[in-house]
């Protein structure tokens, strides 16, 4: 269903859907939801749609990768060299949101949308990827709000809480 051979596939009626994104944009739009906003922040939150799959999430995903997905399923340990190498990169575009969130409850304004969970989706595991998170005390505040939503929460198996 999906041409790269992934998931996640939303099939709603006609509409065959791929890419996680795309899908909570559509949901949210379907449900009526502010998740997506339909006036000017429209634009914000794919500013940071955009920005999280091309600068943060490749880099944070390296490190969920490696120490969660290759032990549990590729019978592999973390690459060290593999963290180190994105490290820097992790820290620069944590540096962006970090300066970002200040003053700010989400991602846009004060009200939570789409973007704050695309983003936020490696923040569970940080603690047992170790993620670099102590210099960044808006993330990690941001990060709290987010983890006060049961729906955000429920997801997430206990043990990874970071």
């Not at 820290?91 to 949308?113: F, N």
Request: with cysteine; net charge negative; hydrophobic share 45%.
């Amino acid at each position: 269903m999906n041409p790269n051979a992934k998931v996640p596939v939303l099939v709603d009626g006609d509409l065959v859907l791929w890419e996680s994104n795309a899908i909570m944009c559509h949901l949210a739009e379907k449900t009526g939801s502010d998740l997506w906003p339909r006036d000017k922040r429209q634009t914000e939150v794919l500013r940071w749609l955009m920005w999280d799959a091309t600068e943060f999430a490749p880099a944070a995903s390296t490190f969920y990768f490696e120490h969660i997905i290759k032990p549990r399923f590729l019978q592999g340990r973390a690459d060290p060299a593999e963290i180190a190498r994105v490290t820097p990169d992790f820290e620069r575009y944590a540096a962006v949101l970090e300066s970002h969130l200040q003053g700010r409850d989400y991602l846009v304004g004060h009200a939570l949308t789409v973007a704050d969970f695309a983003v936020a989706i490696t923040l569970p595991y940080a603690g047992k990827t170790g993620m670099p998170l102590d210099g960044f005390p808006n993330i990690r505040r941001w990060h709290e709000r987010l983890q006060q939503l049961p729906a955000w929460r429920e997801p997430f198996p206990q043990s990874v809480a970071a």
